[in-house]
């Protein structure tokens, strides 16, 4: 059993594969997803505003899967696998760094092709202060063609950041790594403009 909370040190690094070239500048789709707290949200019209006070942009992290303290890894060798390890280190970060990062401008979402009832119980545990969206059916994953890997016959999220604004991606972080220093990584970026 792992504990999902704890980062080892040594994970294999993601190297930037082009798999994310795509999405700077293209328009967010017209895609409904279930937020853990029982939204139905659409990104391509979210109004960050109603949400976060003045925000600017919407901050999406996406991630593979977040792990339960206590239950085994999605595979045996899921740590060997560049980038997967680390979603709850980084889930973490962003809620520890929340205030900044709605100072910045932005609210925030976490993604994954996780269902809403794991979501749901993953920000209870973390005291997550924002909503995890599911992509559970890879509608939104398809429509932007996000980089995605297969791990014990599941469809995962590569680990990315979208910022958007207007309707569009504005910038993307991809790869990301280390997880749990990424927060810090996307609050400083929104606080350079």
């Known amino acids: 059993?792992?504990?999902?909370?704890?980062?080892?040190?040594?994970?294999?690094?993601?190297?930037?594969?082009?798999?994310?070239?795509?999405?700077r500048g293209m328009v967010v789709p017209d895609v409904e997803m279930l937020a853990s707290d029982g939204r139905r949200v659409r990104l391509d019209?979210?109004?960050?505003?109603?949400?976060?006070?003045?925000?600017?942009?919407?901050?999406v992290y996406a991630y593979p899967r977040t792990g339960r303290p206590g239950e085994p890894s999605l595979t045996d060798d899921w740590d060997l696998i560049p980038g997967a390890r680390g979603c709850t280190p980084e889930s973490c970060a962003f809620r520890d760094h929340h205030g900044e990062l709605l100072a910045a401008g932005a609210c925030v979402f976490g993604l994954s092709t996780q269902s809403r009832a794991y979501q749901r119980e993953a920000v209870e545990r973390l005291r997550l202060p924002f909503a995890l969206l599911s992509d559970?059916?890879?509608?939104?994953?398809?429509?932007?063609?996000?980089?995605?890997?297969?791990?014990?016959?599941?469809?995962?999220?590569?680990?990315?950041?979208?910022?958007?604004?207007?309707?569009?991606v504005e910038h993307v972080f991809y790869p990301v790594f280390p997880p749990d220093r990424h927060a810090e990584e996307v609050v400083a970026w929104l606080s350079a403009r």
Do not use: C, N
């Open 1 to 23: 059993m792992i504990d999902p909370t704890y980062l080892p040190p040594h994970l294999p690094q993601p190297v930037d594969d082009g798999a994310a070239d795509q999405l």
């Open 45 to 59: 019209r979210a109004d960050p505003a109603a949400s976060a006070g003045s925000a600017l942009r919407t901050v």
């Open 136 to 168: 559970a059916d890879l509608r939104f994953t398809t429509a932007l063609a996000l980089p995605t890997f297969q791990a014990a016959g599941q469809t995962l999220l590569r680990r990315l950041t979208l910022v958007l604004r207007g309707g569009r």
